[in-house]
């Protein structure tokens, strides 16, 4: 049976049940992140450097005090992370990194969801442990 679905324009044709799901899965993931996207940047929790340089009409160029502290923060995440497993890591990125669920990383790692949530809260824990 064929199925064949429009999105943003597009029509998309489908024949089997498993390839309509993988769809299914990337919009819902999809969705989420530009819905997180969306909330931090107009809600006044976070500003994107360039919404602000474009709607300045200079562009954003980082200071080298700036870039020194992004890439001292990007060395401690590094030191944090490889104290982890790399099972924790791994469930860890696909957490944070690419919006899986729990449930999603469980299928992709052969384990329930319990043993994702645990892993990410002991990520969670060295790197509270390491910065508080």
């Known amino acids: 049976m064929e199925i ?5 324009s597009r029509k998309l044709t489908y024949e ?3 390839t309509l799901d993988e ?10 992140i530009l819905d997180r ?5 107009w809600d006044g929790r976070e500003r994107d450097e360039y919404i602000i340089a474009a709607q300045g009409g200079v562009p954003y160029c ?18 944090v992370l490889a104290l982890c497993t790399p099972t924790q890591r791994e469930r860890f990125l696909l957490y944070a990194l690419y919006d ?8 992709l ?4 969801k ?19």
């Open 37 to 41: 996207e969306q909330r931090r940047h």
């Open 114 to 132: 319990a043993a994702v949530y645990e892993s990410i809260e002991g990520v969670r824990k060295k790197f509270f442990k390491f910065y508080c």
């Open 4 to 8: 064949t679905i429009k999105r943003y």
């Open 62 to 79: 980082a200071t080298p005090e700036e870039l020194v502290c992004q890439q001292e923060t990007l060395d401690e995440i590094l030191v």
């Open 100 to 107: 899986y669920s729990y449930a999603e990383i469980g299928r």
């Open 109 to 112: 790692c052969g384990c329930s």
């Open 23 to 32: 769809f299914w899965e990337l919009a819902k993931r999809t969705e989420r």
């Open 16 to 18: 089997d049940a498993a």
